[in-house]
C-alpha cells in the first residue's frame, strides 16, 4: 500500500502539471528525453566565429522563401513552416539532405538543401523556426 505522503505529492505534481497545462509525461517521454543529446541549430551557429556565421534570412530568402513564402505561410501546395521548431527543421533539412525521402516534395527539398553546409541548414532553421 502507497504510503499517504508521497500519494500527496504525486497528487500535487499532478495537479501543477494540469494547472500549467502540461500533461504528466508518459513513460516514453521519461525514457526518450535523456536520450537527445545532438547539438541544436543555435548550438551549431554559436560555435562558429561571429563573422563566419550565415545569415538565416539570407539562406531563406535564396533557398526556402520561392516555396514556402516570405513568412512560411506556405505556397500553392508547399507546407506552411510556422509551428516547426527550430531543432525539428533542422533535423528535417538534414534528413533531406541525406536523402531521406519524408513529405510531399521530397527530391524538390533534397535539391533545395543538397549544397548547404550544416551551418547554414542551422540559421535557415533558427530564423524560420519557433
Known amino acids: 500500500m502507497m504510503k499517504p505522503a508521497p500519494l500527496a505529492a504525486s497528487l500535487s505534481l499532478l495537479t501543477a502539471l ?3 497545462g502540461k500533461d504528466a509525461p508518459s513513460g516514453t517521454e521519461r525514457a526518450a528525453a535523456p536520450a537527445s543529446t545532438a547539438p541544436g541549430p543555435a548550438d551549431i551557429l554559436a560555435a562558429l566565429p561571429h563573422d563566419t ?4 534570412l539570407d539562406v531563406y530568402t535564396a533557398k ?5 513564402g516570405d513568412l512560411g505561410q506556405g505556397v500553392a501546395t508547399n507546407p506552411a513552416l510556422k509551428g516547426m521548431t527550430r ?3 533542422y ?3 538534414l534528413d533531406y539532405r541525406a536523402g531521406k525521402a ?3 516534395q521530397p527530391a524538390a527539398m533534397a535539391k533545395a538543401v543538397a549544397g548547404l553546409s550544416d ?3 542551422a540559421a535557415a532553421s533558427v530564423y524560420a523556426g519557433e
Request: proline residues 4%; charged residues 10%.
Open 91 to 93: 533535423q528535417k533539412l
Open 18 to 20: 494540469v494547472a500549467c
Open 87 to 89: 531543432a525539428a527543421m
Open 53 to 56: 556565421r550565415p545569415y538565416g
Open 119 to 121: 551551418a547554414e541548414l
Open 102 to 104: 519524408q513529405g510531399a
Open 64 to 68: 526556402c522563401a520561392s516555396c514556402h
